[in-house]
């Protein structure tokens, strides 16, 4: 099935304000645009380093730009589509600290 991405506009923004990534987001964008996804499993067939969150979230994390970038999206599939929810975007760094507080499977900054 095909992937729908939900709320691009968070992904163009933060591009905007780190221009370094702006080619792994645009790859990244690429590849999505081209999945064709039949379960959670099929994610990382597309994008090997992604990671399913736990805890029945439907949350994946990917890896952008080598890892110096995390984006966290909620996934839901439909009868004909994926919806692909961003959720969250910073640095690994920033990723890190979500994670230590334990916040990577609540948080919806957009």
Known sequence: MRVHLIKKGSIESFVMSHAQCRAAFADWLTKLKYADWER?????????????????TSRVVFD???NSYRMICK???????????VC???THAAYTT?????????VNAY
């Open 40 to 56: 959670p499993d099929d994610i990382k067939s597309t994008f090997r380093s992604a990671d399913l969150l736990g805890n029945s």
């Open 98 to 106: 979500l994670c230590k507080a334990q916040k990577q499977y609540i």
């Open 75 to 85: 996934y839901v599939f439909g009868s004909s589509q994926i919806h692909l929810f």
């Open 64 to 66: 952008i730009a080598g």
């Open 88 to 90: 969250w975007i910073g």
